[in-house]
């Protein structure tokens, strides 16, 4: 019965619907990234999708097609010079996940053995990439009965990072509003957009339509998944860069997504490219893993809580911004900027306060996550695996 392409997107619209409902509610301190993921996972282990059915569905294809040129509209976003400016928020994020990995190691090996702490180390600061060398190491290795653990901490640790950051930087922003920060402030003086009105873009402002922008951000998604295959880097740090390299040289504009009218889709989809990630969680891999899983989360939260304070300290940033950014290395992208708008959305009284408030956050937040989830956490993967 729900076979049909229009079926499973309708119900997938509907979950993502009930999280942004739950979210407007609660006025952003549940996100609605969490809620959606919390409702999918029930929906599938109560055998309500057919077998591969969503992973293999018009919307999650569209996705997967979506993550490069999307990734490409985010470093538009960010003006090089920002990036620069954004060291602290690097070093307060590396300072999160090394200490994480470090108290894993060394809190967890005694109850559960090295190889489990390994198993379960990066991917509690990280993402898929550093998942995929975690579990193909195990295999190589015949400790294939580890996979569960790290699999599992993918598709629930972010379940309590998105919280955390949503509500400590929901906290930071009512903090600002008090103190009049945003007042009189429009989105033409915020930080990402400072530098928009003075860039030359290379296509006139009448060539700015949907088919011709979107050929641009395609054009650069291919190339950096191509660059990726070529280098072994990253195809999301590509993608990124030749985002922020593009903007800077005036090849396209900045949000060039929105302008193209397609961002709203493009997130849509890229949701539920998150959703079929965790298609392969069974009840019984949570249930035969569930404390060791939560043993090492609890674990990796606390470190990176106790990195994100110390870094935060050290460069003099408020911990309500600092943490949060360290708190990225639990979800990484889309959900720092998932967390980022919907925070800016609930705060915010008008649209140029709730502009101002995501020019405040974004940046660190994004710089935060690729620093750690794209970058640092693939080569915590690549040396611990090394040491089995």
Known sequence: ?????????????????????????????IPSLLVIL????????AGFFPQGVVSSSALSAFGALM???????????????LIR???KAILISLFGSLIATGLILLIVTPFYGYPTAVA??????????????????????NLAHLITIPAVILGIHSLVGMPLATNLLRRYALKLQKQGAFENKTPSSSNVNIKEANVKTFLPKRFHTA???????????????????????????WALLLGVIGHLVGLFPSRIL??????????????????????SITVDAVVSSIIPVLFIIAVGVVGVMIGGFLGSKLFKWDPLKGLPVALTALFGFPGDYIICEEVSRSVGRDENERQAILDEILTPMLVGGFTTVTTASVLIASVLIKTL
């Open 1 to 29: 019965m729900f076979s049909q392409p229009i079926y499973i997107a309708t119900i997938l619209l509907v979950i993502l619907a009930i999280g942004e409902l739950v979210s407007i509610w609660s006025k952003a301190r």
């Open 38 to 45: 919390i409702g999918y996972l029930l929906l599938n282990w």
């Open 67 to 81: 993550v490069a040129p999307l990734i490409v509209h985010m470093g538009t976003l960010i003006p090089l010079k």
């Open 85 to 87: 400016s954004q060291y």
């Open 120 to 141: 379960g180390s990066s991917p509690v600061v990280g993402g898929i990439i550093s998942y995929l060398i975690t579990a193909t190491k195990l295999q190589e290795m």
């Open 211 to 237: 088919p011709i922008l979107l050929l641009f951000l395609f054009i650069m998604g291919s190339l950096s998944i191509y660059l990726g295959n070529v280098t072994g880097l990253s195809y999301s740090i």
């Open 258 to 279: 929105d302008k193209a009218s397609t961002s709203g889709i493009a997130m849509i989809g890229l949701i539920i490219v998150v959703m079929t990630s965790m298609e």
